[in-house]
């Protein structure tokens, strides 16, 4: 009996063909190898899931081999990547879902800022996400500004956070500083 795989590229007369079944046989193990060498080379045509075809991707984006981790190689070919490319929207949606779980990016034209709006159920990867902006934030772009939409506690790995409530003021209420008239 031939293989399933093989099947839809038959005709039903050679099902049972023997002569069929022994090639199919004697050559599946040299296919399959032949299938994981072509996933394999494929997968070095991405800087992302590169491991031996990196060297290339460092030389296209720093002419020399960086010698660091995988994973640092990785982050600093995409940070070069992200660069180069323009300041559109588009490309700023994709860069927001590199980092993170994105949900919006607008802009405030008033106050000159990128607000990126992530709503929080993985991580974030927040000083990625300002390193690349600033390297590719045109000069009439003053900042980027990150909202995160949270259930619970919020976990902050490493660098400066600054963390902002907005509770609503109660009408009738005193409260100290001014804010009385604001009903």
Known sequence: MIPE??????????YENTVA????????????????QREDVLQQFSPWSATWGLDVWDWIYF????SLSIDERRKNIRAQ??????????????????????????????????????QQGGPIDLLTLHNMFERMRPVHVNRERIVIQQK???????????????????CGTFYAGGENDLC
């Open 5 to 14: 795989r093989y099947r839809q590229m038959l005709p039903p007369y050679w």
């Open 21 to 36: 079944e022994y090639h199919f046989e004697g050559a599946g193990r040299e296919v399959n190898v032949f299938d994981q």
């Open 63 to 66: 002419g020399k081999k960086q």
């Open 81 to 118: 990547h992200w660069a180069r490319l323009p300041f559109t929207l588009p490309v700023l949606q994709s860069l927001g879902k590199t980092v993170g779980n994105l949900l919006s990016v607008t802009e405030d034209f008033a106050a000159k800022e990128i607000v990126f709006e992530f």
């Open 152 to 170: 619970g506690s919020l976990v902050l790995t490493s660098g400066p956070m600054h963390v902002y409530y907005d509770d609503p003021l109660m």
